[in-house]
């Protein structure tokens, strides 16, 4: 059974920092990425990392959050920096076997950028 499973979401005040981690029951995922979804709002893709390395990231979060991964530990991580009330939102792990497969999904965190 394939899982994912993130955890460190939280409540930061502006300007805050955040570390997002994503527990994989697998190693061969070929994309992993972070997506959000707001009250009110559609889900959208924030950060995506490929299998050799290269990475995408939504423009609202360019400079501030960065995507990486430790291998050996099957496990991806969004680092989330200079945070914004506007970063508020139910962040998911999100992950393919293939290009064409399915999307699998963690359950989601909570992170609420607040003063």
């Known amino acids: 059974q394939v899982q994912l499973v993130e955890s460190g979401g939280g409540l930061v005040q502006p300007g805050g920092s955040l570390r997002l981690s994503c527990a994989a029951s697998?190693?061969?995922?070929?994309?992993m990425g972070w997506y959000r979804q707001a009250p009110g709002k559609q889900r959208e893709l924030v950060a995506q990392?490929?299998?050799?390395?290269?990475?995408n990231y939504a423009n609202s979060v360019k400079g501030r959050f960065t995507i990486s991964r430790d291998n050996a530990k099957n496990t991806v991580y969004l680092q989330m920096n200079s945070l914004k009330p506007e970063d508020t939102a139910v962040y998911y792990c999100?992950?393919?076997?293939?290009?064409?497969?399915?999307?699998?999904w963690g359950q989601g965190t909570q992170v609420t950028v607040s003063s």
């Open positions: 999100n992950g393919k076997i293939t290009i064409v497969g399915r999307d699998y």
């Open positions: 697998a190693n061969n995922f070929v994309v």
């Open positions: 990392l490929l299998r050799d390395g290269r990475t």
